[in-house]
């Protein structure tokens, strides 16, 4: 299998981007330490291009906003009562929700920032220009806590992510990726109610590295598996681009969402193996089985 064309495309793709930061860290410099200037705007900047990054490449009918996602306590399908006993619950703000607004509706909108039900959520994304120690427990608990508000009967839960420009975690007493992965178990193997769709599928930043959870296995629905790839930075920087259409793109097109075929889209290197693999995460509720 070739693909080489598109794997090219989204390389040249995120080297755009990266080179548009750049420009921005230059105009609006900082004289701390690396960034730029004024760490609000460095944020939202970085939201603002992997926004548009994604958009980019997503169907029309996918909004990629920022906002909350509210799950009320009310009839679903005008007759469905299965939400009687709860109550009226929302997530914290959210950096990149992917919404099919298409299909449906919106509680609230100021611009680019949205209040929406959970059905229509394809994918959550915490955005970080550099990714610190203390974000991975913090921004995997606020993924977690979404994931579950968009648990709906039939529906494929979103896909999550969490994603950055530069990476500061570095550990001199243990590896790296070793330690990402004990703070993901800590926050995973405690939790009684946890499902596979809540164990997040893809940590990595954009021209270095990237964490994936691979595709549940038939015979172990529950169990998450975890592999971590470094990146060629002459060759591969799509694979960060690429880990997260395929994953977004796989809840849009899911059986259980539409009955459009999925597109050939993506184009990982033929034969090119993990660099690491990092272990198993087992959930207590299976995931639904992907076709």
């Known amino acids: 299998m070739d693909g080489s064309r598109v794997q090219k495309l989204f390389k040249q793709e995120v080297e755009s981007m990266l080179k548009v930061y750049k420009n921005f860290e230059t105009l609006i410099p900082s004289y701390r330490g690396l960034g730029a200037g004024h760490k609000g705007e460095d944020g939202r900047f970085v939201e603002n291009l992997i926004r548009s990054l994604l958009i980019r490449f997503l169907p029309n009918e996918l909004e990629v906003v920022t906002g909350f996602i509210m799950r009320p306590a009310v009839k679903i399908g005008g007759v469905n009562r299965e939400r009687k006993d709860e109550s009226d619950k929302h997530s914290s703000q959210l950096d990149i929700i992917v919404y099919n607004s298409a299909q449906y509706p919106i509680y609230l909108r100021s611009n680019d920032t949205v209040i929406v039900p959970p059905e229509g959520v394809i994918a959550i994304i915490s955005v970080k220009k550099t990714l610190n120690d203390a974000d991975i427990k913090h921004e995997l608990n606020a993924l977690k806590q979404a994931s579950k508000l968009c648990r709906c009967k039939n529906l ?77 930075h002459r060759t591969e920087n799509h694979l960060g681009l690429q880990f997260l259409l395929t994953g977004i793109l796989s809840v849009y097109y899911d059986p259980s969402r539409t009955n459009i075929s999925r597109p050939g889209f993506t184009a990982f290197p033929s034969r090119r193996p993990h660099d690491r693999e990092l272990g198993i995460i087992v959930s207590k509720l299976p995931a639904q089985i992907r076709k």
Not at 174 to 186: A, G, N, Q
């Open 156 to 232: 494929r839960s979103p896909f999550l992510a969490l994603v950055s420009m530069n990476n500061k975690i570095a550990k001199r007493k243990v590896d790296t990726f070793d330690w990402i992965f004990r703070e993901m178990k800590s926050i995973y193997e405690k939790d009684k109610d946890l499902s596979f769709d809540d164990i997040i599928g893809y940590i990595g930043t954009l021209n270095h590295w990237s964490i994936f959870k691979s595709t549940p296995s038939p015979n172990s629905p529950q169990n998450a598996r975890f592999v971590q790839f470094n990146h060629n």
